[in-house]
């Protein structure tokens, strides 16, 4: 399922593009997650409106804030109608099923961007 | 054609409140039992607008939901600029029955939410005669924090996309996506520091556990309720909560989160319907606006 979950986080970019109204609201945005499924990762860069998505291993290859949750977890997140102790990133933390790591800052202040992009696999469904 | 008004009220209310002079917002609607609502912490008496509607509510009750001082269309008190904002349980409590006695209600219900859920608690506690019934959404005596509140009020984060986007997650899917925007709309418009001023009454002042073990349900009867996507007053929390009082009543209300009143009433009536007409007698025939809300 960590592949799955992978090439999930790898479409990012392409689930972004075809959300002009979550764009919008991330123009000023500038924010690097690292996203961890199980024992692999990417990176996750949101910077003046545009998302790509990075490898997570390399040399000074930094990012501001890491969301670490098991394959499963991602993949319940992304139900169409997620479960009470998926359906957000902050109430998985509560619910033992993430844990966030970093500096909070860029996250609070790009919060609900954030949490939009994370969920848009959840809307492709 | 002729305007087409809610068939709600909306006045200011000169009090004093604590010894200071306020000028409170109040909407109010219908005729009966005084049923007086207070809107969770940073928001403010809106998210009752569709109990406000409701026919089958209004008919038998007296609806009013008001702003609290620093919140919505209430103003602050005079010399707010010199001071930091903070909701004691002591001055929660004394405002609803300043409030209670400016209005002039006779035993009214009590509905609350989150703050407002727990701080019934306290008024069952010490002041169970003055109260026909109190009812606790998302109540509970005390849950673990689970962010920062120092988050809601610094100058390099917007404080109202803060607030909107930390509760953003405690509205539970697939209600009307009009209501549950219009409930963060509430937390975005919040005053500057006043969402945190309130949760020095949740996080720091409102530990309840204790207080809980005055209570006689048999003085005023007492429900609490929490929506299962509530990660905030966990279901667990609030029935933690009711079984550590004999005779409280608890409701777990499925496809609702923190905001049931404001973000899918009519999921939350289908709960709170047999809650009033405990309190008032059953009727006949009930049909309001709430009916007509998806859920």
Known sequence: ?125 | MSPRFDPVTGRYLRLDIGGRPHRLYVEEAGQGIPLLCLHTAGSDGRQYRDLLLDESVTSRFRVIAFDMPWHGKSSPPEGWQDEEYRLSTEAYVGMILDVCAALELDRPVVLGCSIGGRIVLQLAADHPERFRGLIGAQGAAWQDPWYDTDWLHRPDVHGGEVCAALISGLIAPGGPAADRHETLWHYMQGGPGVFKGDLWFYRVDGDLRDTIARIDTARCPLWLMAGEYDFSCRPEDMIATAEAIPGCRAVVMERLGHFPMSENYGQFARSLTPILEEISGPVPSAQGAGANHET
């Open chain 1, 1 to 125: 399922m960590t592949n799955q979950i992978i090439d999930t986080f790898m479409r990012f970019p392409v689930l972004f593009s075809g959300h002009p109204e979550i764009a919008w609201r991330a123009d000023r945005a500038g924010i690097v997650l690292l996203l961890e499924a199980g024992s692999q990762a990417v990176r996750l860069q949101l910077e003046k409106g545009q998302v790509t998505v990075l490898p997570a291993e390399g040399p000074m290859r930094g990012w501001d804030i890491a969301l670490r949750a098991a394959p499963e977890a991602w993949a319940d997140h992304w139900q169409a109608v997620p479960a009470p102790d998926a359906f957000d990133i902050l109430g998985m933390v509560r619910h033992g099923r993430m844990r966030i790591e970093g500096n909070f800052a860029p996250l609070m202040r790009h919060l609900q961007v954030v949490k939009d992009i994370l969920a848009l696999p959840r809307a492709a469904t």
